[in-house]
């Protein structure tokens, strides 16, 4: 194999970023849109948890989980890197990335509790804590205040992660985005969806 191949859909938020990272940094890839929940023996046979991203580097290495995908990416990156390298400017990056991979962690958590369980087996004081904690999230990183990015002049990572994650929360968490509550966030998301990178991986739907 001489081209990546990035595996996973758009409709996952992990595997988008990846995919925008990879056009940002104008790394040549391959893409297999595949789901999980409809291939699970598929999914299983990329990565031994079947779960996506997943990023097949050769013939016999294949990296899973979007965080460390993104890492290996950064390093070929050099100076294009998206996540600044070292210090101060680095752990902001990594900060504001890591705010909003949990609050997708969480809000994702509430949808399979309401998606994937039966209604009567639903337990609603749980998926409150979880929308309270991606609300946490999301309250942090609108008291940042984009100039005209997360850090500032440079385009980064974190605003990839951020706008990625607002998206998929307007499509498939709303409620956590009450109408006027994040205009920070809604601008920079919208900012974001402009981009030629991510309309090249654009959202999509159930």
Known sequence: M?????????????????????????????????????DPQRGLSINPVGRVPALQISASETLIESAAILDYLMELAGPKTLVPPHGKPRRDCLRLMAWGAGVLDKAVAAIYEVRRRPAEKVHEPWRQLLLSQATGGLRA???????????????????????????????????????????????????CEALPAFKAHPLETP
Do not use: C
């Open 141 to 191: 990183l609108e008291a940042v205040q984009p100039h005209p990015w997360l850090m500032g002049e440079h385009f980064s990572m974190a605003d990839v992660t951020v706008g990625v994650t607002v998206s998929f929360l307007r499509v498939m968490q709303p409620e956590l985005l009450p109408p006027g509550v994040y205009p920070n966030l809604e601008a920079l998301a919208t900012a």
């Open 2 to 38: 001489t081209t990546m191949k990035l595996i996973g859909r758009n409709l996952s938020p992990y595997t988008r970023r990846v995919a925008i990272a990879l056009t940002l940094l104008d790394i040549p890839h391959e893409r297999e849109y595949l789901s999980v929940t409809a």
